[in-house]
């Protein structure tokens, strides 16, 4: 079964780049990766998401390994608003007559500091 | 105030029994999904319904149950309730089935289990 693993927490100064991991060792073939955040229990808001390529857009990138096992959020200049958990999750698609599954990680709490 | 609705607030039981938590969509929104919201676990979730079928699943364990009906309001049914369902759930909605398509938050559910 897919699983995603996340540090608990990360620091990161304002104005530099966020660099959040996520160990996602036993992904398949098909599964995408998605990142979300949370800013102080609001609902999540969707980020990035990829499948095996570099990601690129106006929030983040997103960098997959080769292999595929691990990837990581790159917030290119944090602002005190990125404060937020960030989560890593693997979407695995539907079966037939099944439904898609989504696999959170317990996500990392970033705190951007002035 | 984002349209979606959650009842009851509140909501405070005891082990072994079963309790049903109610989601209203916004208007004209056709997805819900249920997420459960802990300190030691995070932000998980659920499950989601678009157009009363089931379109995703996350960590559900077998012991809950959901369903969406016909006028699109939804239930999450917690059954043999343990000490470690305390929690806050949240329903969400959004127009669309693509889980990275906006979604709006209820105020939420807390349940205490005793």
């Known amino acids: 079964d897919a699983k995603t693993t996340q540090p608990p927490s990360m620091d990161c100064a304002e104005g530099r780049a966020a660099n959040l991991p996520c160990n996602h060792s036993t992904i398949s073939g098909n599964e995408y990766v998605y990142w979300y955040r949370q800013i102080h229990s609001q609902g999540p808001q969707y980020i990035i998401h990829g499948l095996k390529n570099n990601e690129t857009n106006e929030m983040a990138s997103l960098i997959i390994t080769e292999d595929r096992k691990s990837s990581t959020l790159i917030l290119p200049h944090a602002t005190l608003r990125d404060t937020a958990v960030y989560y890593c999750i693997v979407r695995v698609p539907r079966t037939q007559g099944g439904s898609e599954k989504l696999v959170f990680g317990k996500g990392t709490k970033l705190t951007v500091n002035p | 105030d984002s349209g979606v609705t959650q009842t009851p607030k509140h909501l405070i039981t005891a082990t072994g029994q079963r309790v049903t938590l109610r989601c209203s969509p916004r208007s004209g929104d056709l997805s819900v999904y249920w997420y459960q919201q802990s300190l030691d676990q995070g932000l998980q979730f659920l499950i989601q319904?678009?157009?009363?079928?089931?379109?995703a699943k996350g960590n559900i364990l077998e012991r809950f149950s959901a369903q969406q009906f016909p006028d699109l309001h939804s239930e999450l049914n917690l059954s043999s309730l343990e000490l470690g369902d305390s929690a806050l759930y949240f329903c969400?909605?959004?127009?669309?089935?693509?889980?990275?398509?906006?979604?709006?938050f209820g105020p939420g559910t807390r349940l205490t289990v005793l």
């Open positions: 319904y678009y157009n009363g079928e089931e379109r």
């Open positions: 969400a909605s959004s127009v669309g089935r693509l889980f990275t398509d906006t979604q709006y």
